[in-house]
């Protein structure tokens, strides 16, 4: 695990274990039925944190997001422009095909190397974007170290 959001990944690692804990004592839903983000409720959905800090709470796997979206959030600093334009994707309702499991050889393939080109879509009726747009800027996180910057444009 590597640093996220000025988090080590010691601070980052206990708050999964206090996640784990809670899961076990069944406080907690350990998956997601949906994408907070572009609503996908197919493939891999997992749990994401943007705020680390102590004492650990409902800021801990705040959102349920699908691999995409997840992804496109912890590779954002390396692929500015990849990101870009899936905030633009997202601002147009599309919805990426799923991946299933831990597809990360998927993902960049079809995501990150090849700009989202090819990959299938559906248009949704309504997404939450601007809550990606929040979670990029650093509006859920106590101390902000650097924040995504669009590279083009004026997609904020």
Not at 129 to 138: D, F, H, P, S
Request: hydrophobic share 30%; net charge positive; aromatic share 14%.
């Amino acid at each position: 695990m590597n640093s996220y959001n000025g988090y080590e990944p010691k601070q980052r690692y206990k708050a999964l274990a206090w996640l784990k804990k809670e899961w076990a004592k069944g406080t907690r839903k350990q998956t997601p039925h949906e994408c907070d983000i572009c609503t996908q409720k197919d493939g891999y959905l997992a749990y994401h944190s943007e705020d680390y800090s102590f004492p650990f709470g409902d800021h801990i796997g705040h959102f349920g997001l699908c691999y995409i979206c997840h992804m496109m959030l912890h590779c954002r600093y390396k692929s500015p422009k990849v990101m870009d334009t899936y905030i633009e994707a997202l601002m147009q309702k599309k919805c990426y095909e799923p991946i299933n499991g831990n597809g990360w050889v998927e993902f960049r393939s079809s995501c990150l190397m090849s700009n989202f080109n090819g990959r299938n879509y559906k248009i949704v009726e309504s997404n939450n974007v601007e809550l990606y747009k929040e979670m990029i800027n650093g509006d859920y996180i106590t101390e902000s170290k650097e924040l995504y910057k669009p590279s083009v444009g004026s997609l904020f």
